[in-house]
């Protein structure tokens, strides 16, 4: 970044001299330090998948949730400063829950990730205020069908078939490209995504780590959104693990060669 | 000189206008203060494994039969059934209530969830706080459901805020046709312990074909909810009335123009 230091940097919503917002790429380095969030559209529902980086052994396994509910039909997943995910999934709630006080339906996915990502982008807009420090995962299944968003620290949010944030959003991307996407299960999608958390997961980085799955499915959870049962989180991180170990033989493999 | 003392102090009706005596008869802001919609009995029971509930599909305005298709037994969380009578608008209102609690509920996803004497007791403070707002919510509401220690929970709460419990409840015209026989089979807790799910619904529906022999304001199609110990809940819909016989009307004398 040529133009840092130069400072367009040190208030937010000022445009660099080539248009250039820097307060809201920092925000996406925020995002590319933590842990990688990943989720998958699939046939009926959407699964969304973290890794969720222990930071000390000190920590009570399970706290710290970085897989939240927003309504009884919508998920999110994120990557990047954690308090700030909570205050918008804050947001994200009382939005759908006073679109049912309203209107007495749920809320569809697509305006509630229209309405959340419109909450981000003010944030880049006033020098009082910094840019929300994550990229967010929204999805869900709605009447028009399951549907999943990424709402980026610019405010910008769009729709895909699979997502991924974080430290390994590269690999993870290559991964799902692979996926036969959005025909793939709820079921195949969730041992898809518990490999891909194993392959965007750097060893050498961070050693410890919580796999979280989640999952919205009309044929799986009756279109809620749940984690998913601890014998097929077992399950895939099994598979997920068996796979991981054996790559890394063949690594080995060729080292000794 | 006004010589009315009670004139004297107030604004006077030549400079300020006459008193408006509307304003006298304002009183607080209300808004069911008489049922539109309403659906009959809800009726429960329990039994060796649960407990099991029954409402027929009516909505009647007045003596119309207007709506043959209200469902008015409804699962809130995973193992809790709550049976509406009374105001069809007020039990939506309280449906929509009590789907937003569970809603913030699940936001914790720490394996807990409400119960059936969790969900009642919150029904309960909202039906008597609205009662006490002198704005009832004009039901009689039945839960149903498991208790912490996993043993049958069966619950009533009417739009005064007055709550029981009793192993077999009904309401409206159900409290005095369907409860004679229902206690035939369980009139203390502990006789729940015999009951089979079989002989409970057996006399469900015995006491529905009562109903509909003698409640006017009822319908021969009902739904039969069943809420099991393990925390299943089972929704029997668009149930009939099975082998009645109206004979007995040929004898009933009494009502309307008959003479004899």
Redesign the interface.
């Known amino acids: 970044m040529t133009s840092i230091g130069t400072g367009y940097d040190l208030s937010n919503s000022v445009f660099s001299p080539d248009g250039r917002n820097f307060q809201v790429e920092y925000a996406s380095k925020a995002v590319e330090a933590d842990g990688t969030a990943i989720g998958i559209r699939c046939a009926d529902g959407v699964v969304f998948a973290v890794e969720k980086i222990v930071s000390s052994k000190l920590l009570v396994p399970g706290a710290n949730k970085k897989i939240q509910t927003i309504d009884k039909h919508v998920g999110v997943a994120y990557s990047g400063l954690t308090p700030d995910g909570r205050h918008l999934v804050d947001r994200g709630r009382s939005e759908s829950y006073s679109w049912r006080g309203l209107y007495k339906s749920p809320i569809g996915v697509p305006i509630l990730a229209d309405r959340l990502s419109g909450y981000v982008q003010a944030y880049t807009c006033y020098s009082s205020v910094r840019p929300f420090g994550v990229s967010v995962i929204v999805g869900g299944v709605d009447k028009s069908g399951p549907h999943l968003y990424t709402i980026e620290p610019s405010g910008a949010f769009w729709g895909y078939m699979g997502a991924a944030t974080g430290k390994g959003r590269q690999a993870a991307k290559s991964e799902l490209e692979k996926l036969d996407l959005p025909n793939i299960s709820a079921r195949d999608a969730v041992k898809a995504a518990a490999k891909i958390i194993y392959i965007a997961h750097d060893d050498s980085k961070d050693k410890d780590f919580e796999l979280e799955i989640s999952w919205v499915s009309t044929s799986e959870t009756g279109g809620d959104h749940q984690f998913v049962p601890k014998d097929l989180l077992d399950e895939a991180e099994r598979l997920a693990k068996a796979e991981d170990d054996d790559d890394d033989d063949d690594d080995d493999e060729m080292d000794e060669d | 000189m006004d010589h009315m003392p009670e004139n004297w102090g107030r604004p006077r009706s030549d400079v300020y206008g006459s008193y408006q005596h509307a304003i006298h008869s304002a009183g607080p802001q209300s808004h069911t203060q008489v049922p539109s919609i309403t659906g009959t009995s809800v009726i429960a029971m329990k039994f060796n494994n649960g407990v099991i509930l029954a409402a027929d599909n009516l909505g009647s305005y007045g003596s119309l039969a207007r709506f043959t298709d209200q469902e008015r037994l409804i699962k809130v969380g995973k193992e809790t059934v709550v049976g509406f009578s009374g105001d069809a608008s007020d039990m939506q209102y309280l449906e929509?209530m009590l789907?937003?609690l569970?809603?913030?509920d699940?936001?914790e996803?720490d394996g807990h969830n409400f119960r059936a004497p969790h969900i009642y007791e919150y029904l309960s403070r909202v039906m008597y706080n609205r009662r006490s707002k002198v704005d009832p919510l004009w039901n009689a509401i039945l839960v149903a459901g498991k208790k912490d220690d996993g043993s049958p929970f069966l619950g009533y709460v009417d739009l005064l805020g007055i709550t029981y419990s009793s192993p077999c409840i009904a309401t409206g015209y159900g409290a005095y046709l369907a409860i004679p026989l229902l206690r035939k089979l369980v009139s203390e807790d502990e006789d729940a312990k015999n009951v089979t799910e079989e002989q409970a619904r057996a006399a469900i529906d015995e006491s529905m074909k009562v109903l509909f022999y003698r409640d006017a304001r009822s319908l021969d199609k009902y739904t039969v909810a069943t809420v099991t110990l393990d925390g299943n809940v089972k929704f029997d819909k668009d149930v009939r009335c099975q082998n009645m016989n109206w004979r007995f009307a040929e004898g009933i004398r009494g009502y309307g123009t008959q003479k004899q």
Do not use: T
Request: charged share 35%.
């Open positions: 929509s789907e937003r569970i809603i913030e699940n936001y996803q």
